[in-house]
Nanobody, 130 residues
Framework: QSQLVESGGGLVQPGGSLRLSCTTS????????MGWYRQAPGLEREGISC????????HLADSVKGRFTISRDHATNTVILEMNRLKPEETATYYC???????????????????????WGQGTQVTVSS
């Protein structure tokens, strides 16, 4: 059973926007590196963005820089991915993932270290089509 729950996916036209949310009642996300990944049929899971525990520093894949932003809502224990100017090739299932807890010295999240993300949601479908 997934401990992370994603929401906000749907059908959007090319150039449109969506806001994905990820939340959990199982742990405090502030102590976890949180990442967003996506996977299209027949392709490998791709890292999009992550936000670090403690520092809140963020990382975006080159393919989404300038269009996507990641943030935390501490009050609701939620991680948000704002996606703008979406493209048809970004149609995929989008997953939230957590790496941690990070209780020691501050560290930086890395989306290419997918194996370090121990907790995953079930995904939310994003379809970009006219």
């Amino acid at each position: 059973q997934s401990q992370l729950v994603e929401s906000g996916g749907g059908l959007v036209q090319p150039g449109g926007s969506l806001r994905l949310s990820c939340t959990t009642s199982a742990f405090d996300m502030d102590y976890f590196h949180m990442g967003w990944y996506r996977q299209a049929p027949g392709l490998e899971r791709e890292g999009i963005s992550c936000i670090s525990a403690k520092s809140g520093s963020t990382h975006l894949a080159d393919s989404v820089k300038g269009r996507f932003t990641i943030s935390r809502d501490h009050a609701t224990n939620t991680v948000i991915l704002e996606m703008n100017r979406l493209k048809p090739e970004e149609t995929a299932t989008y997953y939230c993932a957590a790496d941690g807890p990070k209780l020691g010295m501050a560290s930086i999240c890395l989306i290419d270290r997918i194996d370090e993300y121990d907790f995953w949601g079930q995904g939310t479908q994003v379809t970009v089509s006219s």
